[in-house]
T-cell receptor, first 114, second 110 residues
Framework: DAMVIQNPRYQVTQFGKPVTLSCSQT?????MYWYQQKSSQAPKLLFH???????NEADTPDNFQSRRPNTSFCFLDIRSPGLGDAAMYLC?????????????FGPGTRLTVL | RKEVEQDPGPFNVPEGATVAFNCTYS??????FFWYRQDCRKEPKLLMS???SGNEDGRFTAQLNRASQYISLLIRDSKLSDSATYLC???????????FGAGTTVTVRA
């Protein structure tokens, strides 16, 4: 089945220790998104890639970076995690970026910062 | 006014009941709307897309009222497995960005 896969599902890191989260997709979608979702809150878009074109949201901290080495994979790098970065990180994909894009989410990576 | 606003609930209903709830949105020019279901500590899963006046999929019906800028979701013959948070999601500016409501919690009891 075509799908969005995230690894690891659970990640524990120490305060200030860099961490990388991984997302892959078999949907052959052009757009890949990274969201942060904290408890009882709506998902918050951090950035997205349209093909190789990176698009950062204005309020995304510099601490968050992303790489998309190919169509299938996208990584989220958190350079110096703080306690406030503990959250569920959701990767999503869509075929296009227009009004009718349906986004499909991966299962998420739950990040704990000690 | 919030961009996307939902009744948070919770809606606590018996099995077999019908439950309905609304979502209002701020931009009258918005063209596409989605209902996602999110279980506790899981990812949002697309339940239904709404591009015209409404959509129906089995026991689930979505209605769009452009004049009053709201969409609704109705669940008929509720099952225990329908217990979840339902996210109203709107492409407010007809671009790449989705705006999420805070979710409506539904609990179906035996």
């Amino acid at each position: 089945d075509a799908m969005v896969i995230q690894n690891p599902r659970y990640q524990v890191t120490q305060f200030g220790k860099p961490v990388t989260l991984s997302c892959s997709q078999t949907l052959n979608h052009n757009v890949m998104y990274w969201y942060q979702q904290k408890s009882s809150q709506a998902p918050k878009l951090l950035f997205h890639y349209y093909d190789k074109d990176f698009n950062n949201e204005a309020d995304t901290p510099d601490n968050f970076q992303s790489r998309r080495p190919n169509t299938s994979f996208c990584f989220l790098d958190i350079r110096s995690p703080g306690l406030g970065d503990a959250a569920m990180y959701l990767c999503a994909t869509s075929m296009h970026r227009d009004s009718y894009n349906e986004q499909f989410f991966g299962p998420g990576t739950r990040l704990t910062v000690l | 006014r919030k961009e996307v606003e939902q009744d948070p609930g919770p809606f606590n209903v018996p099995e077999g009941a019908t439950v309905a709830f609304n979502c209002t949105y701020s931009n009258s020019a918005s063209q596409s709307f989605f209902w996602y279901r999110q279980d506790c500590r899981k990812e949002p899963k697309l339940l239904m897309s709404v591009y015209s006046s409404g959509n129906e999929d089995g026991r689930f019906t979505a209605q769009l009222n452009r004049a009053s800028q709201y969409i609704s979701l109705l669940i008929r013959d509720s099952k225990l497995s329908d217990s979840a948070t339902y996210l109203c999601v709107v492409n407010l500016n007809n671009d790449y960005k989705l705006s999420f409501g805070a979710g409506t919690t539904v609990t179906v009891r035996a």
